[in-house]
T-cell receptor, first 111, second 113 residues
Framework: QQPVQSPQAVILREGEDAVINCSSS?????VHWYRQKHGEAPVFLMI???GGEQKGHEKISASFNEKKQQSSLYLTASQLSYSGTYFC????????????WGAGTKLIIKP | SQTIHQWPATLVQPVGSPLSLECTVEGTSNPNLYWYRQAAGRGLQLLFYSVGIGQISSEVPQNLSASRPQDRQFILSSKKLLLSDSGFYLCAWIAPTGQNGYTFGSGTRLTVV
């Protein structure tokens, strides 16, 4: 079952913060986050494993709440380069890295 | 370092013509390999995945097929293309450890006319 991403789209001014959520109704083993710029392939940002860990990558970080089966991606002090569509991919236990993808969140950063 | 090559980048094909897209991975062994299709402005649709040579799993029954003749080679084919086959095709791999997520090829934009 496809995870639900929210919001579907968000428009920010450069320097503002954003949170993108990814929720699943199934028990998850891991959550992946990717960013795709227009006309390009998705690029891996980070993976979070069950256990409720949090990870950071420059000004982009994420958390995974195992109890809620929800992951959130945090973009702090957004830059123009953060623009794109963000996808979460969820992995269930025993699925051998096969991901079920969210529909994506389009992020537009304006100067 | 690991790299993934996918070609061609762009393809315009008439309805009813055959298709062959190729993807190769370098710098790793025994990767899980995937073929995805993405319609304009939409999410990723898994078409096929492979965990080893000759092992193909299909997620979407249609007129496409996939083959893995070598450990690091994944081929997507069709005998007769349909208009609905148009889209952005992406090959991806993930290492057996899964630690670094999927790495995608640069994609093939297919337009069936």
């Amino acid at each position: 079952q496809q995870p639900v991403q929210s919001p579907q789209a968000v428009i920010l001014r450069e320097g503002e913060d954003a949170v993108i959520n990814c929720s699943s109704s199934k028990a998850l083993y891991s959550v992946h986050w990717y960013r795709q710029k227009h006309g390009e392939a998705p690029v891996f940002l980070m993976i979070l494993l069950k256990g409720g860990e949090q990870k950071g990558h420059e000004k982009i970080s994420a958390s995974f709440n195992e109890k809620k089966q929800q992951s959130s991606l945090y973009l702090t002090a957004s830059q123009l380069s953060y623009s794109g569509t963000y996808f979460c991919g969820t992995e269930r236990v025993g699925s051998n890295y096969q991901l079920i993808w969210g529909a994506g969140t389009k992020l537009i950063i304006k100067p | 370092s690991q790299t993934i090559h996918q070609w061609p980048a762009t393809l315009v094909q008439p309805v009813g013509s055959p298709l062959s897209l190729e993807c190769t991975v370098e710098g790793t062994s025994n990767p899980n390999l995937y073929w995805y299709r993405q319609a304009a402005g939409r999410g990723l649709q898994l078409l096929f995945y492979s965990v080893g040579i000759g092992q193909i799993s299909s997620e979407v029954p249609q007129n496409l097929s996939a083959s893995r003749p070598q450990d690091r080679q994944f081929i997507l084919s069709s005998k007769k293309l349909l208009l609905s086959d148009s889209g952005f095709y992406l090959c991806a791999w993930i290492a057996p450890t899964g630690q670094n997520g999927y790495t995608f090829g640069s994609g093939t934009r297919l337009t069936v006319v």
